[in-house]
T-cell receptor, first 111, second 113 residues
């Protein structure tokens, strides 16, 4: 069974731009969660989607948004990028159980 | 707010020795705890989990201990190998928070030859 895939793996943007990251969960998994990982703040929960609905949201500004499609693939969008948004963005998928399987992440650099 | 934190940022052990990585949590409502391993350039990899109705759980070469009285979690790795070198995170989840995990800051484990 293929693991969680994330595209692109690396991304460079400039301040003020917007970015969209994509996540394809493990086949059959309906829950997709997003996390931001930075050296200063560690791993922080962004939001979780289940069956195309946002089920839970972390403490991030409204510039961070996401969505999930009917095939469970998910995207997250960050608008008006700031230097502090530079991070590794991780996606995790879950099936019926509670275990979350993480993808390799997308490394976003904001210049 | 309440959060999960790790006691030590780095840990070095000799190959073949046992490793113990500690974690303190403060959310008394947490009922599910997980240890993840993250290697450079990769996403976190599930190691072992434990629910709050247990105090010990064993896997292959790993054991997780949960002490709810002092809100402490530990990961023991037996016969540590070079491939165990990585950053280890503990994470907690509480009932009603769906898949939202709160992660600790991580411990860098280095296995010395």
């Amino acid at each position: 069974k293929a693991g969680v895939t994330q595209t692109p793996r690396y991304l460079i943007k400039t301040r003020g731009q917007q970015v969209t990251l994509s996540c394809s969960p493990i086949s059959g998994h309906r829950s997709v969660s997003w996390y931001q990982q930075t050296p200063g703040q560690g791993l922080q929960f962004l939001f979780e989607y289940f069956s195309e609905t946002q089920r839970n949201k972390g403490n991030f500004p409204g510039r961070f948004s996401g969505r999930q499609f009917s095939n469970s693939r998910s995207e997250m969008n960050v608008s008006t990028l700031e230097l502090g948004d530079s991070a590794l963005y991780l996606c995790a998928s879950s099936g019926e159980g509670t275990e979350q399987f993480f993808g390799p992440g997308t490394r976003l650099t904001v210049l | 707010g309440e959060s999960v934190g790790l006691h030590l940022p780095t840990l070095s052990v000799q190959e073949g020795d046992n490793s113990i990585i500690n974690c303190a949590y403060s959310n008394s409502a947490s009922d599910y705890f997980i240890w993840y391993k993250q290697e450079s350039g990769k996403g976190p990899q599930f190691i072992i989990d434990i629910r709050s109705n247990m105090d010990k759980r064993q896997g292959q070469r790993v054991t997780v201990l949960l002490n709810k009285t002092v809100k402490h979690l530990s990961l023991q790795i037996a016969a540590t190998q070079p491939g165990d070198s990585a950053v280890y995170f503990c994470a907690e989840n509480y009932r009603g928070s769906a898949r939202q995990l709160t992660f600790g800051s991580g411990t860098q484990l280095t296995v010395l030859p």
